[in-house]
């Protein structure tokens, strides 16, 4: 499907009344002489719609009998000056054939225009017969007419006697002068349409304006022109544009310039076509495009300047918008492209660097390891250069001002976007400013090495795919899949959360009994499964939680359960981190109590058995059973049958290393006495490797603030909380 850039034929931007005024005053004119009127405006502003307009309100106004008859002249199809004349005069007798049908006008009127043709056809040659001379540039051909006459051949000889005979009947004045009675007794209007005259070269602009000049002046006859005033004016003036238009102003007796669209206008249009596009290529922009559609339509509305950039726009989009659908935030292709069309130096830029416009280096480059912190952080620039430029693309930006300010303007809205660590970032919404994302637009195709969004939508949307999917993957694997999982989730329009969440879960509990599940990937197991549960439905994520806490693996729920605790003000390690409950991953305060609950249950029990030390998070594990219950004391007590065996012991000091910034008295808080647990260090096979972390807890005065340390934790309560809570300023 391809948009045609023919004129409109349905009046989208106002043009229709003036237009219909236009026709009006054109059928109004009775004078003997003819009228030449001027339709004026930049390439690509309306004004063959506008004349579209005219030639259809022409036609309605009156009966058949009074109908003007519109003759539409193509300079195009004419390669000189005699040609043309011949044309125009032709197409204006053909015109009334077929207007007056079988009337006797016709006939007279018709004959006339012809004998004129025929004198002009002879005409081309006099300008080489001595004593005789003829106004205008008649034909382009003149200097290989006379060198035929010259050289004496035959087809010039024979031109030139066909001029002799016909020469004591040349009167071209009576000729004419016979046209214009004919024509004043047929009493009927005549509408000749030039349109598109500035696209022809210089010398056929000053060709079509001479010829309506000093040969097809008729009475009753309206010449209509389309044109740009500057290029038909700097043409008629030979490079002159003042003389130009002074020239322009004697030929042209009344102009009318196409009114310049007003910015809401343009937006309207912009607007329409982008809808009518997106309905016929069947795509649905999602919720968080639709939340940034306005802002960009109006960047893109800066941007197009006439109706015809906006027709443009929409064949770009109609390859780009379904080859990146539901890969590329449908929004930010419009902008690029609108960007592209304008500035295509800009889009060759953002290609070639980057760097200068998303912060980091395409996915592989060389340069990837350079990658800049987080989403245009340009911290990597000089002083001097963030001097000169607010951000490092404006150094790429066209030098005039008024152009640069329009490219500034849509750069603003596709790269400087920042990440919000507490909500989102740009990858989440599928945004250009993500490199992964930008190369995909450029590819127009699939990334190696980067799995298509759609291919993940598919996985969240059904469990079952999802499934599959983790089954066919080894461990590192899943991690690679959890990672587009947990990137694509914000942008997946219909996922099946809860049954996505049972899977990965599942798939969790197999990796950990095959002794894979390693604490990062039981980490990112456990931000997908809570990015996952807040696009579920609040009355499934009770359910979500509740399983969560029953089944998954401990060191899978323990970020789960510490984010909707914490977003609940319980987490006295950072009472502020209390959110309003519509902003909540659950807003049950008992759901999320009885999902505590459940869990610490688990960890007793694993406790109990011996297993706890097989968790891959077993230090996380513990500390939240203490904070999030006020469970020190018991939590001593765990630590205390974990350290029992040379394995259980291994695992509980295995997170302290020598030199360590975190090796402070906070990082102690596990151990509630230095003097027993060196003493179990000593004492085991890892005396040896583990003696620093001995002589540190027991050294000078360390023993007794750990035991300090201890008794006052053991002696949190709930009111505790309360008070932190009240210190954070954070209304409960």
């Known amino acids: 499907m391809h948009i045609s850039d023919r004129p409109a034929e349905t009046d989208a931007l106002g043009r229709s009344n003036f237009a219909k005024s236009l026709a009006r005053s054109i059928l109004s004119v009775r004078s003997d002489d003819g009228l030449v009127i001027g339709i004026e405006g930049g390439w690509g502003t309306g004004k063959s719609t506008v004349i579209g307009f005219i030639k259809r309100h022409l036609e309605s106004q009156t009966t058949d009998e009074t109908k003007p008859i519109i003759v539409d002249f193509n300079p195009w199809i004419v390669s000189n000056s005699g040609a043309m004349v011949e044309a125009l005069v032709t197409q204006i007798a053909a015109a009334l054939h077929v207007a007056l049908g079988a009337q006797e006008e016709k006939l007279k009127v018709g004959e006339k225009l012809l004998n004129y043709i025929g004198l002009?056809?002879?005409?081309?040659?006099?300008?080489?017969?001595?004593?005789?001379?003829?106004?205008?540039?008649i034909a382009q051909d003149a200097a290989e007419a006379a060198e035929k006459i010259a050289d004496g051949t035959e087809a010039a000889k024979k031109a030139l006697?066909?001029?002799?005979?016909?020469?004591?009947?040349?009167?071209?004045?009576?000729?004419?002068?016979?046209?214009?009675?004919?024509?004043?007794?047929?009493?009927?209007?005549?509408?000749?349409?030039?349109?598109?005259?500035?696209?022809?070269?210089?010398?056929?602009?000053?060709?079509?304006?001479?010829?309506?000049?000093?040969?097809?002046?008729?009475?009753?006859?309206?010449?209509?022109?389309?044109?740009?005033?500057?290029?038909?004016?700097?043409?008629?003036?030979?490079?002159?544009?003042?003389?130009?238009?002074?020239?322009?102003?004697?030929?042209?007796?009344?102009?009318?310039?196409?009114?310049?669209?007003?910015?809401?206008?343009?937006?309207?249009?912009?607007?329409?076509?982008?809808?009518?596009l997106l309905k016929s290529a069947d795509i649905v922009l999602r919720g968080y495009e639709e939340a940034i559609y306005r802002s960009g339509i109006e960047a893109v509305t800066h941007i197009v300047r006439h109706p015809r950039d906006v027709v443009r726009l929409m064949n770009r989009l109609l390859l780009s918008l379904p080859a990146t659908r539901g890969e590329v935030n449908a929004v930010d292709v419009i902008v690029f492209e609108a960007l592209s069309q304008r500035f295509p130096d800009v889009r060759d830029h953002v290609h070639r660097n980057p760097t200068d416009f998303i912060g980091q280096s395409f996915r592989g480059d060389a340069e990837s390891e350079a990658v800049i912190v987080g989403v245009n952080d340009w911290s990597n620039w000089s002083d001097s250069t963030r001097h000169e430029f607010e951000h490092p693309w404006e150094k790429h930006l066209p030098?005039?001002?008024?152009?640069?300010?329009?490219?500034?303007?849509?750069?603003?809205?596709?790269?400087?976007?920042t990440a919000d660590k507490k909500e989102k970032v740009p990858e989440d919404e599928l945004r250009l400013v993500d490199p992964d994302r930008l190369a995909r637009y450029f590819r127009m195709a699939s990334l190696e090495s980067v799995p298509e969004a759609t291919t993940i939508h598919g996985y969240?949307?059904?469990?079952?795919?999802?499934?599959?999917?983790?089954?066919?993957?080894?461990?590192?694997?899943?991690?690679?899949?959890?990672?587009?999982?947990?990137?694509?989730?914000?942008?997946?329009?219909?996922?099946?959360a809860c049954g996505s969440i049972r899977r990965l879960i599942d798939a969790a509990s197999t990796i950990q009994t095959q002794n894979a599940l390693t604490e990062g990937l039981a980490e990112l197991f456990g931000k997908v499964i809570s990015r996952l549960m807040e696009r579920a439905?609040?009355?499934?994520?009770?359910?979500?939680?509740?399983?969560?806490?029953?089944?998954?693996?401990?060191?899978v729920a323990e970020p789960v359960l510490l984010e909707a605790t914490a977003e609940q003000g319980k987490w006295i390690i950072r009472p502020e981190m209390l959110l309003p409950p519509e902003k909540q991953l659950v807003p049950d305060s008992q759901a999320v109590d009885s999902a505590l609950e459940i869990w610490s249950h688990r960890v007793r029990e694993a406790a109990s058995k011996g297993d706890l030390v097989r968790e891959a998070r077993m230090h996380a594990i513990l500390y939240r059973f203490a904070q999030l219950n006020f469970a020190y004391r018991e939590t001593y007590e765990i630590v205390s049958g974990v350290c029992v065996t040379e394995e259980g012991l291994k695992k509980f000091i295995s997170v302290y290393v020598e030199d360590s910034p975190f090796n402070s008295l906070e990082g102690f808080s596990l151990i509630v006495d230095a003097h027993s647990m060196a003493a179990r260090i000593r004492g085991s096979s890892l005396s040896y490797e583990y003696a620093w972390l001995a002589d540190r807890i027991t050294n000078g005065s360390y023993p007794a603030a750990i035991s300090e340390q201890a008794n006052r934790l053991m002696g949190q309560q709930q009111a505790d909380l309360t008070q932190a809570v009240a210190r954070s300023r954070i209304a409960i």
Do not use: H, M
Not at 120 to 137: A, E
Not at 399 to 417: G, K, Q, T
Not at 538 to 555: F, G, H, M, V, Y
């Open 460 to 496: 969240l949307e059904t469990a079952e795919s999802l499934r599959e999917a983790l089954a066919n993957c080894d461990a590192s694997d899943v991690s690679f899949l959890l990672e587009w999982i947990f990137n694509y989730t914000p942008s997946c329009q219909f996922p099946d």
């Open 161 to 276: 006697e066909d001029v002799e005979k016909v020469l004591p009947n040349l009167d071209l004045a009576r000729k004419k002068a016979e046209v214009v009675k004919a024509l004043q007794s047929l009493d009927r209007t005549i509408v000749v349409v030039v349109d598109d005259v500035d696209r022809l070269p210089e010398d056929e602009i000053r060709q079509i304006v001479q010829t309506i000049k000093a040969v097809a002046d008729f009475p009753r006859t309206t010449y209509l022109l389309a044109y740009d005033r500057e290029v038909v004016a700097s043409a008629l003036g030979s490079g002159n544009l003042a003389r130009g238009q002074s020239y322009l102003e004697k030929i042209v007796q009344v102009a009318y310039p196409i009114t310049p669209l007003f910015q809401n206008q343009l937006r309207s249009f912009l607007d329409a076509k982008l809808q009518e």
């Open 537 to 555: 439905a609040l009355e499934d994520r009770i359910k979500c939680l509740n399983q969560i806490a029953t089944s998954a693996p401990l060191s």
């Open 120 to 137: 002009i056809k002879y005409l081309k040659y006099l300008r080489y017969l001595p004593g005789v001379g003829f106004v205008g540039n």
């Open 399 to 417: 030098a005039d001002e008024a152009e640069r300010d329009v490219a500034r303007r849509a750069c603003a809205f596709l790269f400087a976007v």
